[in-house]
């Protein structure tokens, strides 16, 4: 075994942001999956080359406890015999990493684009500063390389030839101290959820003018099957909920359609937004920032242009 | 409560973000420097925690002399003592940072340290946890929301649609994200009292590191200047034809 990585699930399939990783994975060589549930999505991990499941089931661990799931990984890690571990860039997977670093005392390296093992014990890398405004050339010397993959960077691209890959289950073994922190989990409240995995965000700044102008955009974002998104000055005006942000200290979304509306485009936010596969502004001003970041752009009031947009979308 | 919170002076970065010709640093001769944003909630909720309930912040830095502007600028916000940990010029790495900052949390009676998530420069994601391992203390991060209660704090964040909540007794670590509060603006009165405070300051023992950064570079982006579609109402035709081209329209 190479790598080793921990798959997240989302409603039982492998997260979005865990298939970008194991398709990082695989460029360093045989690919192990990590799963904490009661079933392992093995059809879905077989069209990504993963060759073993291991399976940590609820009997064993239940629910998430973070450094529970380092231990774990720590123990798979010496007796698979991997050179890599790695999770998606996620809170839960950055904050698993940094655990599985301290219990190991080796280097973890967050929000990783590239890895290349470069013999021996060297792995040659590429990784995110600045929430990916910045790239870092580095080089990481440890016997086992720990690494989260940044999700908005790293395309998911499913395995040439599907593999056959074979479910073992693992019993780890875990000290109390482990399990002191866990999380209690409960339904949360509507709105902010899905914007990382969003299809289409409508995004809405300063242009917008209070918290009243929403309304064309929330009407919009509904007609394109999609969420409303906000920039940090609409946060700290309290205008939308911190949970609805865009940008470097918010969400990073990654969707098929990015709609700025009254968004200059400070530098924070297009780090939030540069994982969007279009960009469309809608802007008073032609020299906004944004533009430069953007495939198309109307030049206007969104007051106007939205409404409009939304009756045409409507008629059709 | 007696709660020590780390900080950390980054740059300021505005419309655009440059290195320098050496590849080692952002290029911060056009800007200014600041307290981290996950770092600037983190003083503040410090600072409401012992408004509501007593006790006192301390505020921590590691990095150059210069940073005591940034704990100066903590003080204003209402933190009633400041450390610097002076670095000689060399990047501290996450494990030394961790290190550096425990042994300051054993010199002192700290029943909570709170940190940022992440620094906004160098994006690390674990100084909080390594610092919880060295102290053998709990820790939850990217937190939220935070209350203190009679056998600890409960700290929460919100992860693909569901709320999870973590128990910690303390003493305990906690890493927190902007959005947790508003961070106030600091009064005068605070300003003043801040420029006059005494800062601690201590030399942290350097430990090289087995990831190293070789240079630092800005990403050449996918996009270039936007086509203009138009203007005002009458771009909206073409403006539905490229959404129809995209295949966003199901």
């Given amino acids: 075994m190479t790598a080793l990585v921990l798959v997240e699930l989302d409603g039982g399939a492998p997260a979005d942001a865990s298939l970008r990783a194991l398709t990082l994975a695989r460029s360093l060589g045989d690919v192990g999956a990590v799963v904490f549930a009661d079933s392992a999505p093995a059809d879905a991990l077989a069209q990504y080359g993963v060759t073993d499941v291991y399976l940590v089931e609820s009997s064993s661990l239940d629910g998430y406890a973070p450094q529970a799931w380092a231990r774990t990984l720590a123990g798979l890690a010496s007796e698979t015999g991997a050179t890599a571990v790695l999770a998606a860039g996620t809170d839960r997977g950055n904050e698993v990493l940094a655990h599985l670093g301290a219990i190991t005392g080796l280097p973890m390296a967050a929000n990783c684009t590239l890895v290349t093992p470069d013999g021996g014990q060297t792995h040659r890398l590429v990784r995110h500063r600045w929430a990916g405004l910045l790239l870092e050339d580095a080089v990481m010397e440890a016997p086992v390389a720990l690494f989260t993959v940044a999700t908005d960077s790293v395309a998911n691209v499913s395995a040439e030839t599907p593999s056959s890959p074979q479910v073992h289950v693992h019993k780890p073994e875990l000290a109390e101290a482990d399990l002191v922190v866990r999380a209690a989990e409960s339904p949360a409240g509507a709105g902010g959820a899905s914007l990382a995995t969003a299809r289409v965000v409508v995004g809405g700044g300063r242009g917008v003018g209070g918290a009243d102008g929403f309304v064309p955009l929330e009407e919009l974002a509904e007609l394109l099957g999609g969420v409303v998104g906000v920039s940090r000055v609409v946060t700290s005006e309290g205008w939308r909920p911190h949970k609805q942000q865009v940008g470097q200290t918010g969400t990073k979304i990654t969707p098929e359609l990015y709609l700025a509306c009254g968004i200059s485009g400070a530098i924070q936010h297009i780090a939030g937004c540069a994982g969007a596969k279009h960009i469309i502004a809608i802007n008073t001003d032609p020299g906004a920032p944004i533009l430069s970041h953007a495939d198309y752009a109307v030049i206007g009031d969104l007051h106007q242009v939205i409404p409009a947009l939304v009756e045409a979308l409507r008629s059709r | ?250």
């Fill in chain 2, 1 to 250: 409560m007696e709660i020590l919170v780390c900080i950390k002076r980054v740059p300021t970065v505005g419309g655009k973000i440059a290195v320098t010709p050496d590849g080692q640093e952002v290029d911060t001769r056009a800007s200014g420097f600041s307290i981290s944003p996950h770092e600037e909630c983190a003083v503040e909720e410090a600072v409401q925690i012992t408004e509501r309930g007593g006790g006192s912040v301390s505020v921590l830095t590691l990095g150059p002399a210069e940073a005591v502007e940034q704990l100066r600028g903590a003080l204003a916000l209402g933190a009633h003592r400041a450390v610097l940990l002076e670095t000689d010029g060399r990047e501290f790495g996450p494990i030394a940072t961790a290190a550096a900052i425990a042994a300051e949390v054993r010199s002192g009676s700290y029943d909570l340290v709170l940190l940022g998530n992440e620094a906004a420069d160098t994006g690390d994601y674990q100084v909080g946890v390594r610092l919880a391992h060295e102290l053998g203390w709990p820790v939850a991060t990217g937190i939220k929301n935070l209350s203190v209660e009679d056998a600890g704090v409960v700290a929460r964040r919100e992860y693909r649609g569901v709320e999870e909540a973590y128990s910690l007794p303390l003493p305990a670590v906690v890493t927190v994200k902007e959005g947790i509060n508003l961070p106030r603006y600091p009064s005068l009165p605070g300003r003043l009292r801040a420029k006059r405070a005494a800062v601690e300051t201590s030399a942290p023992v350097h430990v090289a590191e087995g990831l190293r950064k070789e240079a630092l570079r800005v990403p050449e982006s996918s996009k270039h200047q936007a086509s203009v579609l138009g203007e005002g109402v009458d771009a909206v035709p073409a403006l539905v034809r490229v959404l129809e081209e995209w295949g966003v329209l199901s």
